[in-house]
């Protein structure tokens, strides 16, 4: 069994602010976390569009500590 991965809500909401996606970018903000569990989100975040795999190393945390 693999460690959770959270990514950042800002980093998140960024990206799709960038693509001038802001209701969904606002719609993140209001139901999640600072920390978005990439596992359990996994569908979610495809449908958004978001690309763990083409962050950065540090947008993606291993745990929540």
């Known amino acids: 069994m693999t460690a959770p991965a959270y990514v950042d809500k800002a ?7 960038f693509r001038q996606l802001h209701a969904r970018a606002d719609w993140v903000d209001r ?9 359990k989100n996994a569908s979610l975040l495809r449908m958004l569009g978001i690309d763990l795999d083409a962050m950065a190393p540090g947008d993606v945390v291993a745990s929540r500590s």
Do not use: N, Q, Y
């Not at 980093?11 to 602010?17: E, N, Q």
């Open 31 to 39: 139901e999640f976390p600072g920390l978005i569990d990439t596992d």
């Open 11 to 17: 980093r998140v909401t960024a990206d799709l602010r």
